[in-house]
Antibody
């Protein structure tokens, strides 16, 4: 069974940093593009970033480009999202997702507030 | 950037009746390989989204055949032939032909 387990969310002050993690199991992680998708409270879904299977290329939504970095460790079957210069508008549940969007983590809540 | 516009944004349907959600794209979603990368998702209250449909009309494993997708180019539709109580939630279309974009979501309620 495919499982994606998200973690690392929490409360952070504006301008602060946070690192999200996702551990995958049940599939050959190293063969798949992976994405992060977020959902602000009561709002719709927003794609954030994705990364190639070998980690050599990454792509970002304009709203996070230059502030967020997606990385992966295929040996550990893990995906990460380093979030810097956080803003109130980054407050959301963040989901780790296969880039075919057929498997989703449970989400981890990031709250940016003073 | 590709913009996906869903309509209606909310829908109240009687149990057993059909429902239909439209998703219109600002650009053609036909990729250079000839496929159209348009997906539909269901998000039940308090849950992660679940993919229902990929490549416009292919149902994911375990998705009831009450759900069907259709369309081409820039106009797409998700239909539920007979709404059940379990179908309550928000439905999103998404394109991955040119970047990745979600529609605004359509809230489905039972009348």
């Amino acid at each position: 069974e495919v499982q994606l387990v998200d973690s690392g969310g929490g409360l952070v002050q504006p301008g602060g940093s946070l690192r999200l993690s996702c551990v995958a199991s049940g599939f050959t992680f190293s063969r798949y593009w992976m994405s992060w998708v977020r959902q602000a409270p009561g709002k719709g879904l927003e794609w954030v970033a994705n990364i190639t299977p070998d980690g050599s290329e990454d792509y970002y939504a304009g709203s996070v480009k230059g502030r967020f970095t997606i990385t992966r460790d295929n040996a550990k079957k893990s995906l990460s999202l380093q979030m810097n210069s956080l803003r109130a508008e980054d407050t959301a549940v963040y989901y780790c997702v296969t880039d075919a969007f057929d498997h989703w983590g449970q989400g981890t809540l990031v709250t940016v507030s003073s | 950037d590709v913009v996906l516009t869903q309509s209606p944004l909310s829908q109240s349907v009687t149990l057993g009746q059909p429902a239909s959600i439209s998703c219109r794209s600002s650009e053609s979603l036909v990729y250079s390989d000839g496929d159209t990368y348009l997906y539909w998702f269901q998000q039940r209250p308090g849950q992660s989204p679940r993919r229902l449909i990929y490549l416009v009309s292919k149902r994911d494993s375990g998705v009831p055949d009450r759900f069907s997708g259709s369309g081409s180019g820039t106009d797409f539709t998700l239909q539920i032939s007979r709404v059940e109580a379990d179908d309550v939630g928000i439905y999103y279309c998404m394109q991955v032909t040119r970047g990745r974009t979600f529609g605004q979501g359509t809230k489905l309620e039972i009348k």
